[in-house]
């Protein structure tokens, strides 16, 4: 098995498939190539799905016993930039990690659903197993989009319950955060420095800004926190503005990302962009302030009924209920009525210069969903 899953995770590696629209790379192309021949040389009928010009998905089915039941297994194929990396497509072996780009975040898992494959097409599992090779999880989530809206609606019934192998050392991810981004803009009025009384500052009415989602901030930081995953954040992101040293700046702008707890209701964020807006426009002046909304994933939290949840917790006891730091397309799915745990490898460095995976963790995966999947019952007939 280690053997295996090193010359499959180093094929995996060597593809770059940096995501095309984050990172300007070149997107899942060449990678769902690849996986897609490997799901047709053990007999799958694999679909490859173009969701935007340089994004791809893989889908197949591994049929069951049981043609009525399926649970979905997920990955993504993209990786974020190789920035600052010696090698980032080649894979390395020091020990227990295997370091490379994307080996945790999730090329790892990517081999682990593909040697899962190959085990079921050889056993036939109880239920029918749906693999999706998702793209574009790194950046707007057009490959989970597409599964959601366009493929997943063909099932009936649905996948009673989906698994996303991202890491989470080997714990079990029952709930992330959402995330909302917004922006203000700030008009003024651009006039010489040295004529101030005829121009409007664009730049200062910001301090009202910021001092309120400072407010809001100390706020969050007040109310009750979850208990898996802490309390709800907000941080000022990019600000800019303004043109030339000696020129009234007659535009600014501020962005900002607030992190969502399950729960917390849209209504309540569009209370808080109001009050920025508001905070803005009693500062003192003639500007003017346009605010907006540009991106919202929602927060995920399964159900504790969920059956998929059982399951995994009795094909892995040892495994602590955790709440994940990261957003994850398993909100997606989750939203769209498939109760969706994640589970995967221990490692390191996801999204930084030196990840790495633990091999023996990979194991771990392979055999936990292998018990798992062979754990779900055939009706008798
Ligand atoms: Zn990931």
Known sequence: MKNRIISLLSE??????????????????????????????LGLDPEIQPTAPDNTN???IIPGINRKDSILLNGHLDTVSVESMDAPFSLRQEGDKLYGRGTYDMKGSIAIMLLLAEYFTRHTPPICILLTFVADEEDRSAGMEYI???????????????????????EIGVSHKGFAWYEIEVI????HGSRPSEGVDAILPLRSALEEL?????ELLNTEADPLLGHATLHASIIDGGTDLSVIPSRSRLQWERRTLPGESQNLLNLELERVIQAVKSFPGNH???????FVRPPYEISKEAKILTCLQ??????KLVGLSFWSD?????????????????GHGAHAADEWVSLKSLISVYEIMRKLILSFEVPVR
């Open 330 to 346: 398993s909100a997606l799915c989750g939203k769209a009525g498939i109760p969706s745990v994640l589970f995967g490898p221990i």
């Open 148 to 170: 959601v809206k366009k493929w997943l609606p063909e099932f009936s019934p649905f996948p009673s319950g989906g698994i996303f192998l991202e890491p989470t050392e080997l």
């Open 58 to 60: 893989v889908v197949a």
């Open 12 to 41: 995996l590696v060597k593809i770059n498939s940096v995501n095309a629209t984050l990172s300007g790379g070149p997107g899942e192309k060449e990678i769902s190539g690849f996986v897609a021949r490997y799901l047709a040389k």
């Open 214 to 218: 400072n407010n809001i901030h100390s």
């Open 188 to 191: 003024g009025k651009a006039a």
């Open 314 to 319: 009795n094909a892995s006891p040892q495994s």
């Open 288 to 294: 003017d302030v346009k605010g907006r909304e540009i």
